[in-house]
């Protein structure tokens, strides 16, 4: 049979490109919804800004550790390409089948959910019948539920996808034209919200009604701050997948660190400004009450209260465009890993195809596309993103413990850029790691279990695929 022809990745990303993909790819839904049901757990406006801080230092721990093995070993692929050095062949499989089935392709499902709940905020979307929206799939699934906003999130998934199918220029160029838009308009928010918001310090130190006074160590304080802490880590998500374009990176051993931990700062920046807006204007009772409703939007009730229904139908407007990039962006770097597995036969074969035309791994790109929509159809928004940061801190802890295997395994090997604060920042992260995959076990079993689930369901396909390669090899 004749062999399919076949095109080739090209290094076209400088360091400005790259840290905006960094950004792009994670201010997205998060930054208008997860206040929410922070506030709900939490209970204190103080808190709940102490959280997304908190997450914000320990993601850029976390960033600062992923940029010395990513400077070190930038290649297509990512985590994929550093755990097969770090480690072996099987925990780097683990990783690509991981992200393919619970991590990735999920985030891209939660955000495009975000898109199609602004659009229902805008036009109401249909849904079916009670009795078709109650069907549950083992107790835990609702698939036709919400099934307007569902359709309207797949279509989107499928349409960014024919865009990065296109090629990398056209979807790095939208996301750059997004992330501009939105960037400006966030800070007009908050120089709106500060001065005509109408809010105070009243507002920001009045805890919720009902809220009770929790030691440090009592088990309940520390659990709510873990559930606050899995929902901000969730619009902290999305920056580690740029390493998966590494092959696609002009002097990527310099710009790719670069690009993470300048990003993540910048990130960290507009994250706690925002949320300070939004508890200054509004009591954290009307925030917790949104969370109550399945449909609302935290930020989109903000704007409405002090700018009414002109300023509502704009955040409205602004969210449909964010979340439009953070989808696209989201969709871009990981079908670049599931290239990388199967070039090694250890993934899908046709997903090591790359489009003659386009230089793209146009097939790969279809079966994330695939494997997005059914996700969306899996569950609600929350559940989604609670499984993939489950997950994702799994790997995240690899890949900083990555950094103290290097140094022993590779010494004297050339490292663009070393870990700010080493042994120390690596090792703390490592440890907030263990705890966070530990609480939401407790605390998540749910979510945490269907993570697990769908990583474990990659064991026989790994079976299946290293003995064919080895069988092709004698």
Not at 131 to 143: K, R
Not at 315 to 340: D, E, K, M, Q
Not at 348 to 369: D, E, M, R, V, W
Request: aromatic residues 14%; charged residues 10%.
């Amino acid at each position: 049979m004749q062999e399919q022809k076949q095109g080739h990745l090209v290094r076209s990303l400088g360091l400005f490109s790259v840290f905006i993909l960094t950004v792009s790819s994670v201010i997205g839904s998060g930054i208008y919804k997860k206040v929410a049901p922070m506030s709900a757990v939490l209970q204190l406006p103080s808190l709940v800004l102490t959280c997304w801080v908190l997450a914000g230092v320990i993601t850029l721990c976390g960033a600062l550790s992923n940029a010395e093995v990513a400077g070190l070993l930038a290649e297509s692929g990512g985590e994929y390409v550093y755990y097969r050095k770090i480690y072996n062949k099987f925990f780097a499989f683990l990783f690509g089948w991981s992200s393919f089935t619970a991590i990735r392709s999920a985030s891209a499902a939660s955000i495009a959910y975000v898109f199609a709940q602004s659009l229902n905020s805008l036009a109401p979307l249909p849904v079916l019948p009670e009795s078709w929206a109650s069907v549950s799939l083992f107790g835990a699934f609702t698939p036709f539920d919400n099934f307007g906003v569902k359709v309207i999130a797949i279509l989107l998934i499928i349409g960014l996808s024919y865009v990065n199918y296109r090629g990398l220029k056209l979807g790095q160029g939208i996301s750059k034209t997004v992330l501009i838009i939105v960037v400006s308009s966030i800070f007009l928010i908050i120089v709106l919200g500060l001065t005509l918001g109408g809010g105070s310090l009243k507002n920001f130190q009045t805890p919720a009604t009902g809220y009770v006074p929790l030691s440090f160590f009592d088990n309940g304080f520390l659990g709510s701050i873990f559930a606050a802490l899995l929902a901000a880590f969730w619009a902290y998500e999305g920056w580690s997948p740029i390493g998966y374009l590494g092959g696609e990176i002009k002097n990527a051993n310099r710009n790719l660190p670069l690009a993470l931990i300048f990003g993540v700062l910048f990130v960290m920046l507009v994250y706690v400004t925002i949320n300070f807006t939004y508890l200054w204007v509004l009591p954290i009772d009307e925030i917790i009450r949104v969370h109550q409703l399945q449909n609302k939007i935290a930020a989109l009730e903000v704007i409405r209260h002090f700018l009414g229904s002109g300023g509502a139908l704009a955040i409205s407007l602004l969210i449909l465009l964010t979340t439009f990039g953070t989808t696209n962006t989201t969709l871009l770097p990981p079908p670049r890993l599931y290239y990388a597995m199967a070039k090694e036969g250890m993934f899908f074969k046709g997903a090591a195809y790359i489009h003659p035309k386009y230089n793209t791994p146009s097939k790969a790109i279809l079966f994330q596309a695939c494997w997005s929509g059914v996700l969306v159809l899996s569950g609600s928004f929350d559940q989604l993103t609670d499984m993939l940061i489950f997950a994702s801190f799994i790997f995240y802890g690899a890949t900083a413990l990555g950094v103290f295997v290097l140094r022993v395994k590779m010494p004297d090997a050339h490292r663009p850029y070393k870990a700010w604060g080493y042994p120390v920042v690596p090792a703390l992260f490592i440890l907030f790691c263990v705890l966070l995959v530990s609480v939401t076990l407790l605390a998540r079993p749910r979510e945490a279990l269907f993570g697990l689930s769908l990583m474990a369901a990659g064991l026989p396909f790994y079976w299946y695929w290293n003995r064919k390669r080895k069988s092709f090899i004698t």
